[in-house]
């Protein structure tokens, strides 16, 4: 046991002599360090379970130097989630509407305690969302779809009358970072998860919840009332459809009175959905939002819908939404995927943002890192989300980001039953990431970068300098050595884990396929979306589809997502197509190398066993960012019949070997590190 | 078949039409282009097989633009094997006084007519060296021991009534070098190999070896008296032993008239020896050539010997060998590994080299690639001998280099029937470079490099330029990426592929333990040879003594050979020992990048497939290096607990799977280029 632990025993110990709640956790993720031992004297108006929750939380980590009294229900001016911090010399006032305002008051005290002393110094802090949520793709059986980080978290067997302990350390690592929603299930989801047993498991799993402000959603399969309600039909205009919602809604309110909603994808990869019965994503929305309604619930209705017979996949959520703008319930949210094809390491942002202006837009960011190494390659996801949330709409006018043109944030779990919740510890710093850009979208990668550092390992300025700079530049170079340039979609078929820009499978879906993205040949590469081709470009404002449309004025990092260029075409940087593509791949390389000397650094300055690990996952990352680049300037330059440019490293890998590369995993594992 | 194939055939058949004698090897090796087509006149006074085979050569390779004629017996002023060559106008006069020197002369003038035209010009050329021996490590069974080219030419159940037309190419490939030896067996020596029924086949090589001035000797197990004679036992020193020499060595010539010798390891790696009798290496060699001696035969005594008992391995060979120095009968040639210990990628040469100086030496290089990358690695090795050749060994003078000190080069070859000889184009090079250097001491590594490209790709002046320098800088580069500074023995146990400095075999020969050579501790590394520690430099002449024993005057390539020295010692390019150390493997790294990028840059100048297939080896090299790199430095990073400096990347492999990592081969194969 390392003296860190030690000392925490210790300290528990200490603390559990004092207080009634014990909670085992405070070695938990971005909670783990308590720089001020000894107990703090907190003063609360409220004895809620969230209130006490607050108290227990400043009593334990705001140090014995500070005092703190919390104030619900005062404050008239303030909104639901809302609160206040006044601090002077050493006394703390927080005053918020509502208990879980004060709840959120008094993890950001402690976030700001871990940060700086605060001197003199008062804040208001809202929420840039009201609905800020995770989406767990967890199976019945526990597996998780595209999850990477040990098995689903919710004990299904154990349930309702065993509550695992992590239960409440995963509703309390969500309300420190502000996450207020939670849905439970894959949305490729059983009919089963509405069943009356699982509802009862789901209520006990909510209870655990709510004290920490977090609402549990369930994501529902589409033809349930037929799979599980011996329903002739699903169809949503069917009035005993309809009617059997409006029960199956009432009985899960009976057992949780605050429950969120219903996330649906229909219609999409093979889903049941309203579409099977001639009926609009609306009819099917409204028809669940009409059942929600009187218990104030919400649908989530996913956007991400694609057809295999469409000449170009990157249009059609466009295409079938934007019709429906207008159409849904109230109670209805649209959740939309960042870019139009699906999570990949850099999209243009959707153009349903922006131009679905009458109903409500939810963003869907994916913290698991489906395509972007899984747990074993170190990828700072806040960079991209900034990317997309900063990105200019132009609608309805200049000016109006992506940010603005939402009410909601929903990001994908990376979460799981591994000892470190997320597969590896930089992870979790997606997981906070999302909930502090949930909470406040005007966080910059940089701030929540230092916050996460601080809170996690203890370092800041200098000594965190090497980490931040790592972690800042990560994602770039996943895009490079993966997919520069607007490159999407080269991946391996099923587990999605490594490049096979090559991938051909027989009878498959020609949008499942690599090259229907890369369409490499030997004229030269890319996906010519311009006017001149599939005029994806025109779902955008005018002044970005002009912008997209010409390949001059195309920046680069979009290039090949909207053009079709020549291996010889000139960029803007001057060197070819060909000659640029190549030294990305070498930049993400060169990168993944300079990442590992940044975290050497480090060395000394974090736990031994964190560091080796982490050392071990960037060795990992080395070897696949060079197992992309050699498979893909290969495979790609059998078309081009160009050789590498000065300064790019000539391969180390054996294209027909990579090509008869199969890992045996599948799209629930995560390859071990040792297995290339 | 390529055109170039196309044209070589119809050469071939015009050329049948015009001769009786068809070589089916114009494409062979280094022989392999014929660039003046056509039929050259040329007259020759004798009509041996020797002197026809001379002549036929300069018919077919000469061009019709060239007359010659050959000139046998009548030049006295000539050495044996020497010649003159006058060219004027045209024609050729071969002036020689045996028909083997004309051969010699046709194969120079051939070689010069593919380098350059020459115009009027004369020169006479001797070889340096006497016996210029190939020794192969070929077993009874096919098998080649640390052969890595495929099996045994010698088809042993085919002899000696079918020939393989490989014996012939075999034999032409030899004479156009100028080697006049073969050792056909492995020197762990079968008893079996003098048997009656085997001197047949071997009389039957011997038959396809003379008429190009081949002689054939043959590996002896030093117990044949007892293990095939019947003989109670195998003393040297006994009457019966000698006299089933005699009569052995006497049904050999029966066969083999010009029979060269034999070849002996004995009490070396438990092979036996005059030691198992309380007789001495002389006793043995003795014995044995007063039964060669009637016959002009010459007995080849290994020195290659090493006791599991003593401190230092390296001093050993000379150890038991100086006492012996004179007393050796004349036709006795000690042979005398390059380097102290075994063929590491560099050591230094062996103080045996002008300390024996009232014995005939040989000097035995390795061809085949045992410790250099087996026919993985591109490593052009005329500069390791060169190096060696011209190495200064102060005795018993100033200026005395180990090329003056020897009578006689063998070399291990590295031949099998592979469809290229040697395993990979490039290893070709080697067997060349070892026959010119044997014939010429004076000749650089750049002249051999430039013949051989020019011979065997057709490649001059900056066409050749890229493939030169990739040749050259190979051997430093493996030294670097393997065992730089003067470390030595770090390989695998057993099959010798790739590193192993942390190899443990519980009861094994400490001296076959890498850790017996590195001692790496966490007080420094390196065999302290010096006179505070073996005092192995005592062995050399003082000059060199006193250079070897400073840490500060000791080259840096053999500090590590001669010293143990601190981590944070000083070296004298300014760096510590260890930064020294991980700059070389990151040097060597970086080397093998460069020779990737050297080789892309004929693609096009040479046949796709060699091209391609060169590619492939150097991939392997590259990762292989990597291997060596990240598993010799995290190793010896464990005791010296530094990090990498600036400029070395950091690894990519896992120690732990390195230290796992178990090939399964043995030392009579060659790892398949796809395994890592």
């Given at each position: 046991m390392t003296n860190r632990k030690i000392l925490s025993v210790v300290l528990l110990a200490a603390s559990a002599l004092s207080h009634a709640t014990i909670h085992p956790s405070d070695t938990l993720l971005w909670l783990r360090r308590t720089p001020a031992p000894g107990t703090a004297t907190v003063t609360c108006n409220r004895t809620t379970s969230t209130a006490r929750i607050a108290a227990d939380e400043l009593r334990r980590g705001l140090g014995a130097d500070l005092t703190a009294d919390i104030r619900i229900g005062a404050a008239k001016d303030l909104s639901s989630e809302q609160y206040r911090i006044d601090i002077r010399s050493g006394h703390c006032v927080i005053a918020s509407r509502t208990d879980v305002g004060a709840l959120y008051a008094a993890y950001d005290l402690l976030r700001q305690r871990q940060l700086r002393l605060p001197a003199d110094t008062a804040w208001t802090s809202a929420p840039s969302y009201g609905l800020r949520m995770l989406n767990h793709w967890d199976n019945l059986d526990g597996t998780i779809e595209r999850g990477y980080a040990g098995r689903s978290l919710w004990q299904w067997s154990d349930l309702p009358g065993k509550l695992s302990v992590r239960y409440e350390q995963y509703a309390r690592a969500n309300a420190s970072i502000g996450i207020n929603a939670v849905v439970l299930n894959n949305v490729n989801a059983a009919p089963e998860m509405l069943a009356d047993t699982c509802l009862r498991k789901v209520a006990a799993i909510a209870d655990v919840m709510r004290p920490y402000g977090i609402r549990v959603f369930l994501a529902i399969n589409f033809s349930s009332p037929a799979a599980i309600g011996g329903l002739p039909t699903s169809d949503p205009l069917d009035a005993g459809v309809a009617r059997w919602w409006r029960r199956k809604v009432d009985a899960i309110y009976a057992l949780i009175p605050d429950f969120g909603g219903f996330l649906v994808k229909a219609n999409s990869e093979g889903l049941p959905g309203p579409q099977d019965f001639g009926r609009t994503h609306a009819d099917g929305a409204n028809m669940l939002a009409r059942a929600l309604a009187p218990?104030?619930?919400?649908?989530?209705?996913?956007?991400?819908?694609?057809?295999?017979?469409?000449?170009?996949?990157?249009?059609?959520?466009?295409?079938e939404f934007l019709p429906l703008d207008g159409r849904f319930a109230d109670n209805v949210v649209v959740q939309v995927k960042?870019?139009?094809?699906?999570?990949?390491?850099?999209?243009?942002?959707?153009?349903?943002?922006?131009?679905m202006r009458h109903t409500a837009v939810a963003a869907e960011l994916q913290i698991t890192q489906e395509y972007t190494g899984f747990s074993n390659h170190i990828c700072f996801l806040a960079p991209m989300w900034h990317e997309v949330l900063t990105a200019d709409t132009h609608r309805p006018h200049d000016g109006c980001t992506v940010a603005s043109a939402i009410t909601a944030m929903a990001g994908v779990a990376n979460v799981g039953d591994s000892p470190d919740w997320c597969g590896n510890t930089l992870a979790q710093a997606n997981w906070y990431a999302f909930g502090r850009m949930a909470w406040d979208n005007a966080l910059t990668p940089q701030q929540i970068a230092r916050e996460w550092i601080a809170l996690t390992f203890g370092l800041k300025g200098k000594d965190a300098e090497p980490i931040e700079r790592m972690m800042l530049m990560s994602h770039e170079a996943v895009v490079d050595y993966m997919m520069p340039m607007g490159l999407h979609h080269l991946f391996a078929w099923g587990h999605h884990y490594g490049p096979e820009p090559w991938c051909d499978v027989p009878g498959a879906r020609?949008?499942?396929?690599?090259?229907?993205?890369?369409?490499?040949?030997?004229?030269?590469?890319g996906f010519d979306r311009s006017s001149r081709g599939s005029n994806a470009v025109a779902q955008y404002a005018d002044t970005l589809a002009r912008l997209?449309?010409?390949?001059?004025?195309?920046p680069e990092k979009y290039l090949l997502w909207f053009h079709h260029m020549a291996w010889d075409a000139p960029t803007a940087s001057g060197s070819t197509v060909w000659d640029a593509l190549c030294a990305h791949y070498q930049a993400g390389v060169d990168s993944v190398r300079a990442m590992q000397k940044l975290w050497q650094a480090v060395s000394g300055k974090i736990e031994p066993d964190i560091h080796e690990s982490i050392g071990r996952h960037l060795r990992t990352q080395l070897r696949d960012a060079i197992w992309w680049k050699d498979g893909c300037l290969q495979y790609f330059g059998t078309f081009s019949r160009r050789p590498l440019p000065a300064g790019v490293e000539?391969?180390?890998?054996?294209?027909?070997?990579?090509?008869?590369?199969?890992?045996?995993?599948?799209?629930?594992?995560?390859?071990?590190?040792g297995f290339f």
């Open positions: 218990h104030k619930g919400v649908v989530v209705w996913r956007a991400f819908v694609y057809s295999p017979s469409d000449a170009d996949r990157a249009k059609q959520a466009c295409q960042n870019g139009p094809v699906d999570f990949q390491p850099r999209e243009p942002f959707s153009p349903l943002f922006g131009a020609p949008d499942w396929m690599p090259s229907y993205y890369h369409k490499a040949a030997p004229d030269g590469i997209y449309d010409s390949p001059q004025l195309c000539e391969p180390m890998l054996e294209l027909d070997e990579m090509r008869r590369f199969g890992l045996d995993i599948d799209n629930y594992t995560c390859p071990p590190r």
